[in-house]
């Protein structure tokens, strides 16, 4: 199970790293540009939620869900959510990362769920006005 997973987050890892040179090397904003810009930011919410999946299949006490409810989800789907979640920084609180090394890396999601943002959007609207 940890096999596949770790598998899974280097090809979405590639994938993320190739469209991100796309998205490098653009010289103006398309409807394609932005698109490119949407999925590496998903990518980046996807490639997390493996991590947590990974952690959660191996400890599952690193989080605690506050919804007694629970027993209807998956891990899988209560790992996307907690990624897409701590990726936008939202923090519902739901899920509650307990373990120390989950909490950390659910802050360096944050930042860079944050700092992507940032690059990507300054980027692209550097390209727009330069383009007009």
């Given amino acids: 199970m940890v096999t596949a997973t770790v598998i899974k987050i280097l090809v979405f890892g590639y994938e993320w790293i190739s469209t991100v040179k796309v998205l ?3 010289q103006k904003v398309t409807a394609h540009t932005i698109m490119l810009a949407i999925i590496a930011y998903l990518f980046i919410g996807i490639i997390w939620s ?6 959660w ?11 007694i409810r629970e027993y209807q989800l998956k891990p899988w789907n209560l790992a996307m959510y907690f990624s897409l ?10 899920i509650i990362p307990t373990g120390k090394w989950v909490m950390l890396l ?24 330069n383009s007009g």
């Fill in 24 to 26: 490098a090397y653009r």
């Fill in 57 to 67: 299949q191996i400890d599952p006490y690193s989080f605690k869900i506050s919804d």
């Fill in 106 to 129: 659910a802050n360096l999601e944050a930042m860079a769920g944050a700092i992507f943002l940032t690059v990507i959007v300054a980027r692209l609207v550097s390209l727009y006005s």
């Fill in 50 to 55: 493996f991590i947590y999946f990974m952690i």
């Fill in 85 to 94: 979640v701590t990726l936008t920084t939202v923090g519902y609180g739901g």
